[in-house]
Structures are given as C-alpha cells and as structure tokens.
C-alpha cells in the first residue's frame, strides 16, 4: 500500500512563496501520476494540477495556471508557488495514481493525509 505524505505548509505572508513536498512512505513516487487537490474551509476538493509518471507533462487547473508549478525532485513531487493570497488558504493534499493524470478526485487511490497552508493578508 503506497503511503503518502505531505511536508512544508504553515503560515505564509500573501505575496510569499510556497513550497510542498510530497513523498511515498517506503518508496518512491516515480511511476505514478501525481496529483494536487486543494480544500478550504466549507468548499469542495478542488484541483491544482498533475504530474505525469515521466514528468514530462504536467496539467493545471485554468485558474491555477501561472500561479503554480508542480515538478519532481529526488523520487518526490513538488508544489511551488510564488504569488499566494489569502485566497489560497487550504489544506493542500497530494495523490498518486498508476496510469496518466485524471482531474477527477474518485482516480486516485492513494492520498496523504494534508498539509494546511494560512496564508495571512
């Protein structure tokens, strides 16, 4: 069973960066899709975006474009972001999936338990 889990949330300053990690207990993340879902207070799971098994090829939500940057590093994959706002206050949650990325939350059988990101105005 592929355990994940996500590292570098807290307290951030709107207009500061982001930087998350995702890693797999026992493992490593390379041959899976790797997928960014995000949930704030009171609102549905949404996405952030996806990372292919290669790490060639990498999908975002339109309104996440530009803003975020997913990539892999070491066997792990990263959720980086230069530009927050208060807007972005979640908690950020990583899952993996054999096969090619899916926007659909129900695709991925594997998911970390959450990291929380405050990002104070």
């Known amino acids: 069973q592929l355990q994940l889990a996500e590292f570098g949330g807290g307290l951030v300053q709107a207009g500061g960066s982001l930087s998350l990690s995702c890693a797999a207990s026992g493992f490593t993340l390379n041959g899976y899709a790797v997928a960014w879902f995000r949930q704030g207070s009171g609102e549905e799971r949404e996405g952030v975006g996806c990372i292919s098994r290669s790490g060639e090829i990498t999908y975002y939500t339109e309104s996440m474009k530009g803003r975020f940057t997913i990539s892999r590093d070491k066997g792990m994959v990263l959720l980086q972001s230069s530009v927050l706002d208060a807007e972005d206050t979640a908690i950020y949650y990583c899952?993996?999936?054999?096969?090619?990325?899916?926007?659909?939350?129900?695709?991925?059988?594997?998911w970390g338990q959450g990291t929380q990101v405050t990002v104070s105005s």
């Open positions: 899952a993996a999936r054999p096969g090619t990325c899916r926007h659909e939350t129900a695709m991925y059988p594997f």
